[in-house]
């Protein structure tokens, strides 16, 4: 027994150091089989797929009025009287608010004053005129008159010339006497006196109607200047009259009084005078516009109605006041540029509000469809390699990685438009196309 037992422990080494070679041996065997196996990556991939693509935002709106307006005063005076109140409806043109200011009519009586005054004179000055002309004419027949007095006296002249020369010869011949030649002499001198003054009659002619000239002259700048002035006077009475229809403050268009700040009694300034004197506050309610802010991102693809012609971005609007919860509309318009702040881009959305459902100041949610694309080949994100080349994805063929060139669109979530490069056939990477390399060897796990 004992001789057994030291047996068995002689041979107990040898069966442990053979046990632990054939251990050795069959770790080697699965690490080369585990290393064998580990070289083909297993990879998701499938064909691209074909589906409609569509780029909504939701974003909350706030409903205003299409128009409204602060109801100020161009005038000082006092609130006579107020014709309306918050919740009244107006229409354009009627009186909302009387002011008592009554040194506007003192004015526009001081001005129609001066206006008759202005008017007599340009009466006056034609008057004075029509004198002038006659004097005028007055003069020019005295210059006629001096023309011919001139004439008739050289008659004189001469005829007492030859006289004269007809006597002395008579004289020397002894046929007539010392003193009839005397005469004769004295008569032809004073047809010479004659005919000097005729001459002078002629220029003290010609300055009398010269001055008359100048006299006509000036009636009629008097007339222009008169004329002026009846013209100025005019002009200060419409603008007194201008003024004076600023005392009766009427609606601007059609709308709902939203606000009111003032009562009968009260003084008011003029606009601009002070920022907290709006009297009234009208809105037009018929029409709202929902104002929504469209991120940077998403500014783009944003087209609005703006030639009326239905084209501007589906919308819906919700709101538990509408039926059914929602409203179908469009973008109308949008401001064409980002908020320098929010760097966003606001649009705006028309809506007929006759029946007053929406109240402006209200929050509304808006989902707008931006861009739509039917039959659109599409991949995940995870499927686009970026590479300093340009988008790309990888195609299995042969087992086989290969990077194949994609253009890309529109992108929808995690998935993205490929524009061109795909033909929808292609096996392609759907998940990890980053982590491969080109010609690297995989097995397909997955084909969606």
């Given amino acids: 027994m004992t001789k057994s037992i030291n047996h068995f422990i002689a041979i107990l080494p040898l069966c442990i150091t053979a046990l632990t070679g054939c251990n050795n041996k069959v770790s080697n065997v699965a690490s080369e089989t585990s290393a064998n196996a580990t070289s083909v990556d297993r990879v998701t991939a499938g064909a691209p797929t074909k589906k409609t693509l569509q780029l909504f935002t939701e974003q909350p709106g ?21 014709h309306f109140d918050i919740g009244d409806n107006v229409s354009k043109g009627q009186l909302l608010i009387r002011i008592f200011a009554p ?135 419409a603008q007194a009259e201008t003024m004076l229809t600023y005392t009766e403050i009427l609606a601007p268009f059609d709308g709902i009084i939203i606000s009111r700040n003032v009562d009968t009694g009260h003084y008011v300034q003029p606009a601009g005078s002070n920022p907290q004197n709006t009297l009234l506050t009208i809105a037009n309610v018929a029409t709202v516009r929902v104002s929504i802010n469209i991120p940077e991102s998403e500014a783009a693809w944003v087209t609005a109605d703006f030639d009326n012609q239905n084209a501007g971005d589906p919308v819906t609007i919700f709101s538990p006041i509408l039926p059914g919860g929602n409203l179908q509309s469009r973008i109308t318009r949008t401001s064409r540029q980002l908020d320098s702040q929010s760097r966003t881009l606001t649009a705006e959305i028309d809506i007929d509000n006759q029946e007053l459902k929406f109240l402006p100041g209200a929050y509304v949610t808006t989902k707008t469809l931006l861009e739509k694309r039917e039959n659109a080949i599409a991949l995940p994100i995870s499927a686009v390699v970026k590479t300093a080349e ?28 490929v524009t061109s490069g795909l033909d929808g056939s292609e096996t392609v990477v759907l998940l990890r196309a980053n982590s491969l390399q080109v010609g690297q060897a995989v097995a397909i796990i997955k084909k969606p």
Avoid at 403 to 408: D, E, F, K, T
Wanted: charged letters at 30%; one cysteine or more.
């Fill in 62 to 82: 706030r409903v205003t009025p299409f128009e409204e307006a602060p109801i100020l005063s161009k005038i000082s005076g006092y609130v006579e009287s107020i």
């Fill in 103 to 237: 040194e506007y009519k003192d004015l526009l009586e001081q001005k129609r004053g001066l206006y008759g005054q202005a008017e007599a004179e340009v009466k006056q000055t034609e008057a004075q005129l029509v004198a002038a002309e006659a004097a005028l004419n007055s003069a020019k027949a005295l210059v006629t008159q001096a023309q011919a007095g001139v004439v008739r006296t050289d008659a004189e002249y001469a005829r007492w010339d030859s006289e004269v020369k007809r006597i002395e010869q008579l004289v020397s011949k002894g046929a007539v006497t010392e003193k009839l030649a005397e005469e004769t002499t004295s008569q032809f001198k004073a047809s010479i006196a004659a005919r000097q003054e005729a001459i002078a009659n002629i220029e003290s002619a010609k300055a009398r109607q010269n001055e008359m000239d100048a006299k006509v002259l000036t009636a009629q700048a008097d007339i222009e200047a008169a004329k002026a002035k009846l013209k100025v006077a005019q002009a200060e009475i």
């Fill in 390 to 417: 340009g988008d790309k994805c990888c195609i299995v063929i042969d087992n086989k990685i290969t990077h194949r060139a994609i253009q890309l669109g529109l992108r929808v979530g995690d998935e993205v438009e």
